[in-house]
């Protein structure tokens, strides 16, 4: 899919690609809007996993796969920049 973002951009980089690959994004879509309202499911996380470690090279523990770490763009950011440091 490409090189990730600079790590500004991060939340605005998932809310695109999750718009493009698994869910129908409203345009005031932002940062702190919640995925699981607007349609993040079982399967969609399934393939969220996917994308986070293809494009981000952060894979998740089953421990961290939480509706805490999942339901913002910003709290997710937040996880994949947690991972790429600790690699």
């Given amino acids: ?48 996993l996917l994308i986070l470690e293809e494009r981000y090279g952060a894979s998740l523990t089953l421990s961290e796969v939480s509706r805490e770490n999942l339901a913002t763009p910003q709290a997710l950011a937040n996880l994949i920049r947690e991972k790429q440091s600790l690699a």
């Fill in 1 to 48: 899919m490409g090189n990730p973002p600079c790590d500004s951009n991060l939340e605005e980089d998932l809310i695109q690609v999750i718009r493009q690959s698994l869910l129908d994004l409203d345009p005031d879509f932002g940062s702190t809007s919640d995925f699981f309202a607007a349609g993040l499911d079982s399967m969609s996380i399934m393939q969220l």
